[in-house]
């Protein structure tokens, strides 16, 4: 009886240890920028998930740990966002609420992690920065989430008055953001994404301005439709996967300190995927195999992302993978992030088997699985994502990047990101 009980006692010390040893929030802390940009800082004691969502004006950041008893129940903030910010315990999570005093987009507010540093001793930490809309941010771009936020990237050229192909087939009432002019000798670099949103403005996620995007370009493409069916398990032999290597042609991408260009880091990394999937026995089809425009030169934002669209319906992939390199204007943010539209019941299973594969065996920042309006991601039919490759305005990153270990090595973990999705 007595080993009974000294073996009880025992398996109770293990369990409150290992409950003591769960994540806890130790502290929530605020700051405003120059800008304007309010910052909300959460420490914890160990890596914790989040999210981030919006309810109404209130901004609710969500974090896996539980609320430690020093934080307090609500804290004063000064700022044009906001008056106060509340600290809510659910038990096996803390939800940080925001109420906002203005209406802010998904570009105007994004969320990451920064990692537990001892050598200053600072923790574990989930950051969200939250722009006022008149504002330009001058961090890691605009985002909204699952993991994390809405992306920074770059664009293509405007296109005035195009010869748009006629198509009856599917009308949207969405539009496609736009950049400013790129001249050829692209003095200045916008970052923008092609973001599919149902209103006429979209900023950018960067200082620059975005133009808006003329309705009609979406509403006479020539647009392919594939049958609809896609595979979503059963190994990779036997699959039929597109993969869009990001730019290309007239549109370089963002570009580098050096002049590097992420058309060309995109094009490297999508040719090695695709043969590490074939040599396992997938059929894989590329956007683009050259420097190339995938619709042609000078097309619209619209017929061009159309373009990349039309090559995974057209051999009706099992699934869709767009490569990037991201940019900001902030040239200390880094990492590898994954977005995806959840317009299937699988998009955002593929966003984290690829990101959990990039996160882990990098020494980079993990700014998590995204959610996002992308066109070629939301416009598709199959399950689709976007993954951006490191940061081309960091500099220890471009230096990787440029490296053929970098470029094979991202290749070999995002291959294995979908071997994982389809076992």
């Not at 800008?35 to 914790?48: C, K, P």
């Not at 995806?340 to 088997?353: F, Q």
Request: glycine share 8%; net charge positive.
């Amino acid at each position: 009886m007595r080993k009974i009980f000294l073996l009880t006692l025992l398996a109770c010390c293990m369990l409150l240890g290992a409950v003591a040893q769960a994540a806890q929030i130790t502290d929530v802390k605020w700051g405003v920028n120059k800008a304007d940009v309010l910052r909300i800082v959460v420490d914890v004691t160990d890596t914790a998930g989040y999210a981030v969502d919006m309810d109404g004006n209130t901004l609710n950041l969500t974090v896996n740990a539980d609320k430690g008893a020093q934080v307090p129940q609500s804290k004063a903030v000064k700022s044009s966002l906001a008056d106060s910010m509340k600290i809510v315990d659910k038990g096996s999570y803390t939800v940080v609420r925001v109420p906002l005093k203005q209406h802010v987009l998904g570009k105007n507010y994004k969320a990451f992690v920064l990692k537990k540093d001892p050598a200053t001793g600072r923790p574990f930490r989930v950051v969200l920065d939250i722009t006022p809309r008149q504002a330009s941010y001058s961090g890691s771009g605009a985002v909204t989430t699952v993991v994390s936020n809405r992306p920074v990237v770059s664009n293509r050229p405007t296109k005035t008055n195009s010869s748009i192909k006629q198509n009856t087939v599917v009308k949207t009432n969405t539009t496609v953001v736009k950049t400013p002019d790129k001249k050829k000798n692209n003095k200045k670099k916008t970052e923008t994404k092609k973001v599919d949103n149902k209103k006429n403005t979209v900023a950018a996620k960067t200082e620059t301005t975005v133009n808006k995007v003329n309705k009609s370009d979406t509403d006479k493409l020539a647009v392919i439709k594939g049958n609809g069916r896609f595979r979503t398990s059963g190994g990779l032999d036997g699959k039929i996967i597109t993969l869009d290597a990001g730019h290309g042609g007239s549109d370089p991408g963002a570009i580098g300190s050096d002049g590097t260009k992420e058309k060309n880091i995109t094009l490297a990394i999508t040719k090695i995927v695709k043969e590490i999937l074939e040599d396992k026995g997938a059929k894989v089809y590329m956007t683009r195999t050259t420097d190339v425009d995938v619709f042609g030169p000078n097309a619209s934002d619209a017929e061009e992302l159309q373009a990349r669209v039309n090559v995974g319906e057209k051999y009706n992939s099992d699934m869709f993978v767009s490569l990037h390199i991201n940019s900001s204007v902030n040239k200390n943010i880094g990492g590898f992030s994954t977005y995806y539209y959840p317009k299937t019941d699988n998009d955002l299973r593929l966003a984290k088997n690829i990101q959990n594969k990039l996160a882990a065996n990098f020494g980079v920042d993990d700014l998590g699985v995204r959610q996002a309006n992308f066109y070629v991601i939301k416009r598709i039919s199959m399950p689709a994502v976007l993954v951006e490759m490191c940061f081309i305005s960091n500099e220890k990153e471009l230096t990787l990047m440029k490296g053929q270990w970098f470029q094979k090595k991202t290749a070999r973990l995002i291959a294995e990101g979908i071997e994982k999705y389809f076992a």
